[in-house]
């Protein structure tokens, strides 16, 4: 199909004061029809929220849900991109008291205007800065019952599929609507893949050796998981793991990916790669699937951008319809392979099989890999376990226990990095070790394979406000525009009030690398991602007491939607054995 990297449109990233950018950007007009045809007021909405809408509606076309338990389970990892003007905006009074200070004379002016500005921005700042909002919009489908966002950075919407299968599984839902969504190609997110060297300066060119970087994306994917008696493409099994200690948060290591795909045995027919135009992302990702040679290769991303939330489900997506039309997807772009053991044709061919599986991978910044195996044939899933789980101790830390952790070093946090990461991350670290000291536990004797963390928080971390704000500074020569230059400059001069962009902000901004940050300090290998759930610490301790019944042995759950973060460490019974156990975990229920 058509290629949908292009440049940037200049209502959203200004070529008059930021670079020239290319992204993976979606049109209006079909925005626009999705609002006709549900009578909504598109000011009154994100883009965000109206592609998934789209998306599901599409997915559940002709699907009679009633009477049916259905849950919503979404990869997501930024709010909305209106939210980055509503970040500025915040600044307002800081800015006021700013031009009272350096340029007395036009300070009034100066408050006049900017509150003027603001008063024009939508939607509203509620809605912009909390993506949880889609879920009120999908009742105009029918879709009611829980639902919940999930954060594995890029990796989210394969974390989504991952749960809702989990969910299936384990008879706690009929129906899981899953999918991804990302809208969110503002200056500051070009800033951030800038700072590490890993945006491309034009197209990127996935698992091609020419390929310097990748390109953003945006969009939205749905998809429908029913138990496997109702299924056209099967779920035959999910391997995930994080990267632990010795990892950086934003490199990948092949030793991780190794673990995701190990838990699913023997090669797929097409393997759908993460695979984002990044030298050092694809050359990992290579020797991870070295095991598998002369397997069919393919990654989307050359057409839409990385989609980042969404990614793992557009892979899973265009694999499945590819399969399904008897292809193996084309790379037309491919003139320098970078794996000579895939096999990536550069126009569609034929499978020549009636029988397929396909692997597909996601991984994202905090260490975090996912790997899903569907099939066009039944295969039976590893049975659960029925265990009993005990809370096995808590843990809360302040702010000052993680300025602490900084400041001194320990856990492999850098004493330069406080300030450029967010204290709800450092905070997490210091609530787990406390809540592990309290239990009497070394994490050396625990086999961290099987040890996982779930984090909940709001999307989009203060931190990542700041930055986006500090960014944003640059439109104040539009936005002051008329006033003295020396005035404008002076006004500008407030971002550097901020805290700098280093090496250290992409991952310190994120949630999900809350539950990262923590596996990395202590060495954990399981799962880790986090939820944003109206009840987000009930749901994360349902959600990892069914891990644990699927085969953890150590969940550490992190609520971090308080000024004092706790950490929770949880076990099987039997995993428990010779700990001070304190209570039994009775089921809590999705809300």
Not at 556 to 565: F, G, I, Q, W, Y
Request: hydrophobic share 40%; proline share 5%; aromatic share 4%.
């Amino acid at each position: 199909g058509d290629c949908a990297v292009r440049p940037m449109p200049t209502s959203r990233v200004d070529p008059e004061l930021y670079e020239e950018y290319v992204g993976g950007w979606v049109d209006e007009a079909p925005i626009d029809k999705v609002c006709e045809r549900f009578g909504l007021d598109k000011s009154q909405h994100t883009k965000l929220e109206l592609m998934f809408l789209e998306a599901a509606r599409q997915a559940v076309h002709g699907k009679d849900l009633g009477g049916r338990r259905v849950a919503v389970v979404i990869g997501c990892m930024s709010p909305d991109e209106s939210s980055s003007a509503w970040h500025l905006a915040d600044c307002t009074d800081r800015l006021v008291s700013h031009a009272q200070k350096t340029c007395p004379d036009h300070a009034e002016d100066i408050a006049k205007t900017l509150r003027q500005w603001a008063a024009t921005l939508t939607p509203s700042r509620e809605r912009a800065m909390h993506p949880r909002s889609v879920f009120g919009l999908l009742k105009k489908l029918g879709i009611e019952g829980e639902s919940f966002l999930v954060d594995a950075a890029c990796a989210s919407s394969l974390a989504a599929v991952d749960i809702g299968n989990m969910l299936i599984q384990q008879e706690k839902a009929d129906v899981v609507i899953v999918g991804g969504m990302e809208s969110y190609l503002s200056p500051e997110s070009f800033s951030l893949f800038q700072k590490i060297g890993a945006l491309a300066p034009g197209k990127c060119l996935p698992l091609d050796t020419q390929s310097k970087g990748l390109c953003q994306g945006e969009g939205a994917v749905a998809l429908v998981l029913e138990p496997a008696r109702e299924s056209q493409v099967f779920i035959t099994g999910v391997g995930a793991s994080s990267d632990g200690a010795e990892a950086s948060l934003f490199s990948p290591t092949k030793e991780g990916q190794e673990r995701a795909l190990r838990q699913l045995g023997q090669a797929p027919t097409l393997i759908a790669c993460h695979a984002t135009g990044t030298p050092v992302g694809d050359a990992t990702e290579v020797q991870a699937l070295q095991q598998y040679a002369n397997v069919h290769a393919h990654s989307i991303k050359h057409a839409i951008g990385h989609t980042k939330a969404a990614a793992g489900c557009a892979s899973l997506l265009s694999a499945v319809l590819s399969l399904q039309e008897g292809l193996y997807p084309p790379s037309p772009y491919l003139t320098q392979p970078r794996a000579s053991t895939l096999v990536m044709p550069r126009q569609a061919t034929k499978t020549h099989t009636d029988a397929w599986t396909c692997g597909v991978s996601a991984f994202g910044f905090g260490g975090i890999n996912y790997h899903v195996r569907i099939a066009n044939h039944h295969v039976a899933q590893g049975e659960r376990k029925r265990a009993s789980v005990v809370v096995v101790s808590h843990g809360v830390a302040a702010q000052h226990h993680g300025q602490q952790l900084a400041q001194e070093g320990r856990h492999g946090i850098p004493p330069e990095s406080f300030g450029h990461v967010d204290t709800l991350q450092l905070q997490a670290v210091a609530a787990t070790q406390f809540a592990l000291r309290n239990a009497g536990v070394e994490p050396s004797s625990l086999d961290l394979t099987k040890v996982g963390v779930i984090s909940t928080s709001a999307t989009g971390l203060p931190l990542q406000g700041q930055i986006a704000a500090k960014v944003r500074h640059k439109e104040l020569k539009k936005i002051l525009h008329g006033m003295p230059e020396k005035t404008i400059d002076a006004m500008m001069q407030h971002a550097d009030t901020l805290p700098e962009i280093t090496l250290d902000t992409p991952t310190g901004v994120l949630n999900n690398v809350i539950a990262g940050r923590t596996c990395k300090a202590f060495g954990f290998l399981g799962k880790n991602y986090n939820i944003d759930a109206k009840q987000g610490y009930a749901t994360a301790l349902r959600i990892a007491s069914l891990e644990l019944e699927r085969g953890h042995d150590m969940m550490v759950v992190v609520d971090a939607s308080a000024e004092r973060v706790r950490a929770t460490i949880l076990c099987t019974e039997e995993s428990a054995a010779g700990l001070p156990l304190r209570e039994r975990l009775s089921e809590v229920r999705l809300v």
